[in-house]
C-alpha cells in the first residue's frame, strides 16, 4: 500500500533537522522534499512523520530538493493507514 497524500515532517541527523514534504509514503519508504537544497541529509537519520516517530531510516539524494528515504524497519500497515486517512 502507497499513500499519495503529502504530509509534513522532519529529517534529523547529526548535522541537525530540516523540515520536510513527505510523498508516496509506503511500509518501506517515501519520498521527501525540501524548500531549500538538502545538503547534508542524505545517509543515516530519523524521520518524524507529523508527531509520530523517529523512525530510522537511510536517504538517497534525487536531486537538490528531494530524497528517497528506506526505513531500517518496514512501517506497520497500520501507520502508513493512519495517515492515509489523515
Known amino acids: ?12 541527523n547529526a548535522g541537525g533537522s530540516t523540515t520536510v514534504r513527505i510523498s508516496d509514503l509506503a511500509s518501506l519508504g517515501c519520498a521527501v522534499e ?10 543515516d537519520l530519523t524521520l518524524w512523520i507529523g508527531a509520530v516517530g523517529p523512525f530510522a531510516a537511510t536517504a538517497t ?6 530524497l528517497s528515504v528506506r526505513f531500517a524497519e518496514p512501517l506497520d500497515n497500520q ?6 486517512l489523515a
Open 61 to 66: 539524494r534525487r536531486d537538490s530538493r528531494s
Open 1 to 12: 500500500m502507497i499513500m499519495n497524500t503529502t504530509l509534513y515532517g522532519e529529517c534529523v
Open 34 to 43: 525540501t524548500d531549500s537544497p538538502a545538503l547534508g541529509i542524505e545517509g
Open 79 to 84: 501507520i502508513v493507514q493512519h495517515f492515509a
